[in-house]
């Protein structure tokens, strides 16, 4: 699978550098596992967190909640495009080390 429009898509909230460089490392994603069935979901037995990015082009902000809603996840918020872990980093690892202290 291809994205269309990566640059703005995928990384609309990085500088033209950082857009530049990850561009480069983009891959197209194997099709093989899309229609395949989930074996285990870990959500079920430990709290998860979603991590809602208000500013993600792929993924509606409205999608994020309702994914959010059905695995019972805490939402937390904040300004990121998709790839959050890119362009807020620190804030990822905010949420996690947040989340594994409530365990």
């Known amino acids: 699978m291809h994205c269309v429009n990566p640059g703005q898509v995928l990384f609309n909230d990085l500088d033209e ?13 194997p099709v093989e596992g899309w229609n395949g069935a989930t074996r285990y979901c870990g959500w079920k037995d430990v709290p998860s ?3 809602v ?7 509606p902000v409205e999608i994020q909640l309702q ?5 019972g996840s805490e939402v937390v918020r904040c300004s990121s495009g998709h790839c959050v872990m890119l362009s807020m980093p620190e804030k990822v690892v905010e949420v996690i080390l947040s989340a594994a202290e409530g365990i």
């Open 17 to 29: 550098e950082a857009r530049a460089k990850w561009l480069k490392a983009l891959k197209p994603q």
């Open 49 to 51: 967190v979603y991590l």
């Open 53 to 59: 990015c208000e500013k993600d082009q792929v993924l």
């Open 67 to 71: 994914a959010a809603g059905l695995a």
